[in-house]
């Protein structure tokens, strides 16, 4: 290896920062990034509909139901958003989307006072579809756009994006709520139609790489071109072989169990502290916790974290959200439990999640939105599922039922390990002496392929 190989590896090897990463991060990514916490501040529907809907008279039975319409047009949104994006690119699926979420959001205010059940469950399950379908098209343009080096440094910004938004969306709820119940589904649709307006005028008609592979030219020039194959495969191509992926599939499988325990912080453990005694504002207490040391240090987290292989930081940070979510058992001898449980939940979130959610985005432009997309429909299914997953199992397991969910989480850390992990490449001795050894697999300091 030349003498000055060896330091351009040396560079590349070095630890990434967080202001080094936030000035590499392109003008388009910042508007992106921006977009999706417009969006995620007026995302009333899925958190205000039951309530919503009970407060106009609407029947327990019937506001559960649309809940369940939301969830399922949600888990099917993001498979149709991989396949929008991949046919006709990421800024036509999130203008798409989001400007057809926002007339069918708004509309719920005026659905909910028909006699008729079958408009409101129509425009509520078409919402939840088109709500979601920007999300893969907006990680397709992350990836694109961000420089290699920073790929899981961006999905930690979004993550951060989203959690902001979710933190403030009810405090802003909250004042709506005050004035009129009908604005959380106006102010929703408008921030909706507002996130299309500025994907059509500020986001790039082109990636990173086009739909074949091939590199395109967006001011980027830390991305070499890409050999690009004859043509993109079919939907049904990509998905068969998808299907056949066994890797994919162990991670996929993670994803799910991950996604299953992992919101039982948001559905059992009320039930539990309520069980223990404990004030209602207690439970509040935990979330603001979580939510300012998630805010506060998750890209501090993924900056130091980011040297370690992506197998190591995915299954270290299952096995510490399996330690915090087994501490939840003990929350009925001392609060203190609690709170030191919801710490590591959030910690081991913050070390394998931005890992997790940026490894669909390293395989090839050909497939690339697909597989997130079916990615995010699986981590959508297991939130549909976790509310009866989660009441049935803690009814009858009481405390032990944190147990389960950590031995879970733990599972899933395994399959995540299998699935992400990339197996070791050989190299004649005489091209790794020219060359430097390869890092096919995973190679920047904290992205990678697979």
């Known amino acids: ?82 396949e929008i994006t991949q046919r006709f690119g990421p800024r036509t699926a999130i203008m798409a989307a989001m400007a057809a979420s926002a007339p069918l959001v708004a509309s719920v205010s005026w659905l909910s006072g028909l006699t008729a059940l079958w408009p409101l469950l129509l425009a509520v399950g078409l919402a939840g579809l088109f709500t979601q379908a920007y999300r893969p098209a907006a990680a397709v343009l992350l990836s694109d756009l961000m420089p290699d080096r920073y790929q899981v440094m961006a999905f930690s910004m979004m993550r951060i994006a989203l959690n902001i938004g979710a933190a403030l969306a009810p405090l802003i709820a909250a004042g709506l709520i005050l004035l009129d119940w009908d604005l959380l589904f106006w102010v929703d649709g408008a921030t909706a139609l507002l996130y299309s307006l500025l994907a059509f005028a500020l986001l790039p008609k082109k990636l990173g790489r086009d739909d074949t592979g091939t590199a395109a030219d967006t001011g980027d020039g830390d991305r070499a071109a890409a050999p690009a194959p004859a043509s993109a495969p079919s939907s049904s191509a990509a998905y068969a072989a998808m299907a056949r992926d066994r890797k994919y599939l162990l991670y996929l499988a993670a994803v799910l169990l991950g996604s299953l325990t992992y919101a039982q912080g948001h559905i059992a453990l009320p039930l539990e502290l309520v069980e223990d005694g404990y004030p209602t504002g207690f439970y509040s207490t935990v979330l603001t916790v979580s939510s300012v040391v998630l805010i506060s240090c998750e890209l501090k987290i993924t900056a130091y974290l980011s040297r370690l292989p992506k197998h190591v930081r995915v299954i270290t940070g299952h096995l510490v959200e399996a330690a915090g979510l087994a501490v939840y058992g003990l929350s009925s001898r001392s609060g203190a439990f609690t709170i030191a449980a919801a710490v590591l939940v959030v910690c081991g979130i913050m070390i394998a999640a931005p890992s997790m959610f940026a490894h669909p985005a390293t395989f090839p432009a050909t497939v690339k939105a697909r597989y997130i997309g079916t990615m995010q429909a699986v981590g959508g299914a297991a939130s549909a599922l976790a509310p009866l997953f989660g009441v049935y199992a803690w009814a009858r397991l009481g405390s032990g039922f944190w147990l389960l969910c950590g031995v879970l989480t733990a599972v899933a850390g395994f399959l995540a390990l299998a699935g992400v992990k990339a197996p070791p490449e050989p190299q004649p001795a005489r091209a790794a002496e020219e060359t430097g050894p390869t890092t096919q697999g995973e190679p920047e300091a904290v992205g990678g392929t697979s």
């Open 1 to 82: 290896m030349t003498k000055e190989k060896g330091s351009q590896k040396a560079g590349e090897d070095a630890p990434v920062g967080v202001l080094e990463a936030l000035k590499a991060t392109p003008a388009p990514v910042r508007y992106l990034l921006g977009g999706v916490l417009v969006n995620q501040l007026g995302a009333f529907v899925q958190t205000f509909l039951v309530l919503y809907l009970t407060h106009r008279g609407v029947s327990v039975a019937v506001a559960g139901l649309a809940l369940v319409a939301y969830s399922i047009g949600s888990v099917f949104g993001t498979m149709l958003g991989g």
